[in-house]
C-alpha cells in the first residue's frame, strides 16, 4: 500500500485529469466525489510497479474510465440532468463554451477518443491500449466522431 | 485549433475542497488498514480461530462460491467459465447456436483451477470436434485490473497447444451485462459489437450461428478497408508497447509513452 504522501502527490498531479474524464461521462458533483474516492483509493492499494510516468497516467485514465462506466451502469445510480455541472463549468469564451457543449453532446463512445486525443494528445495506438479496443476501432471512433465535431462546430481543425 | 481544446477543458479543474476530501478520505482508510495490524497477538490468534471456523462454515462456503472474475472461451460453441477469488471454477455456462445453458456435460470443469479446466474443455469432445485449422480461439476476461496480467498469463499457458489461431482481450462488466438474455456470451457479444459498428443491420440472431473465425474474418475485411482510407489523416502513432488485445502471447495494459 502506497503512503500519504504518495496519495498526495497523485491527488495533485492526476485530480484535473480523473476531473476532466468524470465531467465527460457523469452528470453531478456527489458521482464525481464517488469516483474521485474510487480510483485514488485503488491507486494508493495498487501493488504493481508503473514503469514510467506515463504508463501511471495511462492506468489512471483507464481506472478512471473504468470507474465511471461502473457507476453509470450500476442499478442504484440516480441520474440527474446534467444542466447543473455545465452551469458550474461552463467557460466565459463563447467559442470554448461551445466546443466543450459540443464534446458532451456526443455519444458516448466517441467522447472518450476525442478528449483523449485532442486534449491529451495520445496516438491513436495509446488510446487502443487504454481504452481496450483494437486500434482500427479507434480509428473509426475517432474519424466519426470529428465527423461530428466538424458537422456542428465547423472549421478544418479536425482533420488530426 | 489546440488553444481551442486547451480552452475548453482547461477549465475544468478539481476544487480545492475535493482534493482535500478526497486526501482525508484516504487518510481515513489508510489508517483503518493500519488499525488492522496492531491487534494485540494473544487477541489476534483468537480472532484468527474465530475466522478459521467461520471460513469453513456457511460464511467461508459464500466466499468460495462467490465468483469475481469471469473467462469466455468463444469459437463455436461459447463456454464462460465464473471464477472465485482463488481462481477456481465455481460456474460453468455454455452457449451454442443461440442457447444457453448449465451445460451439465462440462460440470466437471467446477472446483478445478481455471488453467486445468481451460486444458480440460480444450481438450473435451465439445471443442474438439469443432476445433479446425482455420478457426479462432478467443478468449475475453472481465477481472480486477491487477489480476488480469495473471489470469492471461495462465490461458495463454494453458491454451498454446491448442491447434488454432488463439486472441485474448479484456472487457468489462457493462459488457457482461448487456450480454445477458442474448444468447451469445460476453466474448462473442463484444465482437458482435465490434463488427455492429461496420454492419447496423446485424443482428445478435445472425451472429448466434456464426463462428469467431468467420465474424472475426468480417470485422478485418472491414477494418482493413477503413484503415487504408483512414491512415493518412491520422498521426501516424508510436507502436504501443500495450495493446490491450493480442494474438498468440501478446497483451498489456495502459498507454506507455508520456504526455504529462
Not at chain 1, 474521485?36 to 510497479?49: A, E, R
Not at chain 1, 470554448?96 to 464534446?103: M, N, R, T, Y
Not at chain 1, 479496443?133 to 458537422?151: D, W
Not at chain 2, 457493462?174 to 438474455?181: D, I, L, S
Request: aromatic fraction near 10%; proline fraction near 2%.
Amino acid at each position: 500500500m502506497r503512503d500519504e504522501s504518495e496519495a498526495i502527490q497523485a491527488i495533485e498531479r492526476y485530480s484535473d485529469l480523473v476531473k476532466r474524464i468524470c465531467f465527460l461521462y457523469l452528470k453531478n458533483q456527489a458521482d464525481t466525489e464517488d469516483i474521485f474516492q474510487t480510483v485514488f483509493l485503488k491507486y494508493i492499494l495498487y501493488s504493481g510497479i508503473f514503469e514510467s510516468a506515463g504508463h501511471e497516467k495511462a492506468w489512471m485514465v483507464r481506472v478512471t474510465i473504468n470507474a465511471c462506466k461502473d457507476l453509470l451502469k450500476s442499478f442504484y445510480h440516480k441520474r440527474m440532468l446534467p444542466l447543473d455541472m455545465l452551469k458550474e463549468e461552463a467557460s466565459k469564451e463563447p467559442e470554448s463554451h461551445g466546443l466543450l457543449e459540443v464534446v458532451l453532446g456526443l455519444p458516448k463512445k466517441y467522447k472518450d477518443v476525442i478528449y483523449l486525443f485532442y486534449y491529451e494528445e495520445y496516438s491513436a495506438a495509446e488510446i487502443a491500449g487504454i481504452i481496450g479496443k483494437k486500434e482500427n476501432t479507434v480509428y473509426t471512433l475517432l474519424a466519426r466522431g470529428r465527423a461530428m465535431l466538424k458537422e456542428k462546430i465547423g472549421g478544418d481543425g479536425f482533420e488530426g | 485549433m489546440k488553444d481551442d481544446w486547451n480552452n475548453a477543458f482547461d477549465q475544468i479543474r478539481a476544487s480545492e475542497k475535493l482534493k482535500t476530501d478526497t486526501a482525508a478520505y484516504l487518510k481515513r482508510e489508510m489508517e483503518k488498514r493500519g488499525r488492522k495490524k496492531q491487534i494485540p497477538f494473544g487477541y489476534a490468534a483468537a480472532l484468527c480461530s474465530v475466522v478459521l471456523v467461520a471460513f469453513l462454515g456457511m460464511a467461508g462456503f459464500r466466499f468460495y462460491q462467490t465468483p469475481v472474475s469471469y473467462i469466455s472461451i468463444d469459437m463455436n460453441p461459447s463456454v464462460e467459465l465464473s471464477l472465485n477469488r482463488l481462481n477456481m471454477v465455481v460456474g460453468v455456462k455454455s452457449y451454442y447456436d443461440g442457447e444457453a445453458s448449465e451445460a451439465d456435460h462440462l460440470q466437471n470443469l467446477k472446483n478445478k483451477v481455471y488453467t486445468k479446466a481451460i486444458r480440460m474443455l480444450l481438450n473435451s469432445e465439445v471443442f474438439q470436434t469443432s476445433m479446425k485449422p482455420d478457426s479462432l480461439l478467443t478468449f475475453t476476461i472481465v477481472a480486477d485490473l491487477d489480476e488480469e496480467e495473471d489470469l492471461f498469463s495462465g490461458i495463454q499457458t494453458s491454451s498454446k497447444d491448442a491447434g488454432c489461431e488463439s486472441q485474448y482481450r479484456c472487457t468489462d462488466a457493462a459488457t457482461v451485462e448487456e450480454a445477458q438474455n442474448t444468447g451469445l456470451s460476453f466474448g462473442k457479444y463484444m465482437t458482435y459489437e465490434e463488427l455492429a459498428q461496420y454492419e447496423p443491420s446485424l443482428s445478435v440472431e445472425d451472429c448466434q450461428h456464426m463462428s469467431m473465425s468467420e465474424l472475426q474474418g468480417k470485422i478485418n475485411s472491414h477494418a482493413h478497408g477503413e484503415s487504408t482510407e483512414e491512415g493518412t489523416l491520422e498521426d501516424g502513432g508510436t507502436e504501443s508497447e500495450g495493446n490491450h488485445e493480442g494474438h498468440g502471447h501478446s497483451h498489456g495494459h495502459g498507454g506507455e509513452s508520456g504526455h504529462e
